[in-house]
């Protein structure tokens, strides 16, 4: 374990003071979403909580993962035994924050009954808030995901793309994840051809064809972060491609690249968004961008900030965003191209993205 | 479609009189859970929900999915434009059960707060209990994922394990998975020789020797339903393995027997699980099954009813359950072997696990 969730856990101990309902002070946070138990410990199981107070920092788990979590550096431990939420409620004093955004009514209501004097009031939200930005730790770990798919991207490119179906394309990928000791992020997109109008299109049993755009959406979580990225490629020879299929290349790169160009702290997630969306729209493809621009990526595939028409986050230094336009022409093909970056106070500080983005027949 | 959606719209309209908390009536229920609405409608998008009432059933959704929802039979479809909780509640009137156990308290009190004169009661698990019990095409759908597994492990004894690392044997299978167009239900157990005595242990780079045990856990998803088989494998050949690890499968395969021969309609989870416990107790290894016999099947890998000490659940004619035996010795191996069963009114109606339980050197 390294130092840092005990630095993350004294961030959050400084938000106790306006951590609750309408920027009010809560004597401690009870924090119960597993991928925020993961970012502030470390800790992977399928069962902990963390509580935080101005002088305490308490992790609770069950029996099964008592010796795993002595292991856990920063924190107190405490083992759970007989019912859970009775013995979480059972440990609350004060007015404690909960995260109303993850915990069910019923959830909420069993802890309620077993709390005592204890007053549970909604303070969800704290903890994303300290993940929009990346440490070193995490943005080497994401580099470290996209660098793997990355390699893969250059495994696919040499082995090419027609004549095999794009669920075999998918189950050599995600075997290949596997095999590494990595999980695919999100189920893989492959769309071939007329599939690729479709952003979110699920991997059949059509044959990739040439003279095709091929649409690969694709990442691992490794070491807990994930990557994200998406190339398009072509298939045949370049005599093979049509004319529609260039333009919608070279349109949704332009887009990449003024998106890209447009990321920087304090640009807002609707002014970036703006920016690559208005070169799809100038070339008359407009209506054939319906989704956001990009989102963030870390323990989650998709997590703060987003970047998107009616996105409100401004970004910040240390996030790490996709930048994602793409066009979809309903019946004929698609183009998405998706860079991961890490937000810089003046630019892009660094593109976690390397494979090309020439058009290449494979 | 299939015309079952409907019929299980009507069975759940006929709880409305009971389906309130303390068993009282409500006007309507608003079902949000995915895997639930999927149930009703056979819905399979990222945004839906039903509201069944006395005299209508109506599916909602957003713009995405408005042109597959008309293909949804027996339910009147609306798209929602614009903030879908909002829409969701203003279409509330009367005494509406929500599912509790499901939506989180800030979604709860969004609701609530757009829900006018409605009132919005807790009403989780009235969907949950009409899936326990499968109609023909569930168990047909099933049955279906069962057999691609038992086809798998086919491959998989033709292939042999010794020499290659969990990792790698993992990524093939979960590779091949995706190559027929089906996903694995779970993340796949490759557990070989000393990390066998792990229950959930995750496939890693360790090679897998000769003379040892190796456990397999694995399952697909296809169709929307859901398989799992267990089978443990010894590698080399027969004068390789070890007596305790030919003891610990021998009598696991025991305790797998007799809690199948005890599975029957009315037999209580907690019997049936006693009853292969008992088996493994009496050789000296009850310390060395921590976990319960087994758990229901269906649209999610684990689902009601279950088989364990504390259970309550009583079993049903239709049910889909397996029953998993294991004995997990730390430091030495482990041996678990779990065959997924259609409880009948006599005993096991259908047992969908094909591959042999004679112990296999691969």
């Not at 979480?88 to 007015?95: C, K, P, V, Y």
Request: include cysteine; proline fraction near 4%.
């Amino acid at each position: 374990m390294s130092a840092e969730p005990g630095a993350r856990s004294d961030l959050l101990a400084g938000l106790l003071p306006t951590a609750g309902p309408d920027d009010s002070p809560i004597d401690a946070l009870l924090v119960t979403d597993l991928i925020n138990v993961e970012y502030l410990t470390g800790f992977t199981g399928t069962n902990g909580a963390c509580l935080v107070s101005a002088g305490r920092r308490v992790f609770l788990t069950d029996f099964r993962y008592a010796e795993r979590a002595t292991a856990i550096e920063g924190w107190e431990t405490e083992v759970i035994s007989g019912q859970w939420l009775e013995g979480l409620a059972g440990r609350l004093e004060g007015r404690v924050g909960f995260e109303d955004d993850h915990v069910t009514v019923r959830t909420a209501g069993l802890m309620r009954e077993a709390a005592g004097n204890a007053e549970l009031v909604a303070a969800g939200g704290n903890v994303e808030r300290l993940r929009r930005v990346k440490d070193e730790q995490e943005i080497g770990r994401i580099a470290a995901a996209a660098a793997m798919t990355d390699e893969l991207y250059g495994l696919l490119i040499e082995r090419g793309l027609a004549g095999r179906t794009e669920a075999a394309v998918d189950g050599w990928l995600t075997g290949w994840m596997r095999e590494q000791g990595a999980e695919p992020s999100f189920p893989l997109i492959v769309a071939s051809g007329p599939n690729g109008a479709s952003p979110h299109a699920e991997p059949g049993p059509r044959e990739i064809g040439r003279g095709e755009l091929v649409t690969v959406d694709m990442g691992v979580r490794l070491d807990g972060y994930c990557s994200d990225c998406t190339r398009t490629f072509a298939t045949g020879s370049e005599s093979e491609l049509d004319d529609l299929s260039r333009e919608l290349y070279e349109t949704t790169l332009k887009a990449n690249e003024a998106g890209l160009a447009a990321v920087r702290a304090g640009a807002s997630g609707s002014a970036v968004d703006e920016v690559a969306r208005a070169v799809i729209r100038d070339a008359g493809y407009g209506e054939n961008f319906g989704h956001g621009l990009g989102h963030g990526v870390g323990l989650e595939i998709h997590e703060a900030p987003r970047l998107g028409p009616s996105s409100e986050d401004e970004l910040l230094t240390g996030e790490v965003v996709t930048v994602e336009p793409g066009i979809y022409v309903p019946g004929e093909t698609g183009v998405r191209i998706e860079d991961l970056v890490v937000v810089g106070p003046d630019g892009v500080d660094r593109n976690l993205s390397t494979v090309t983005k020439s058009l290449l027949f494979v």
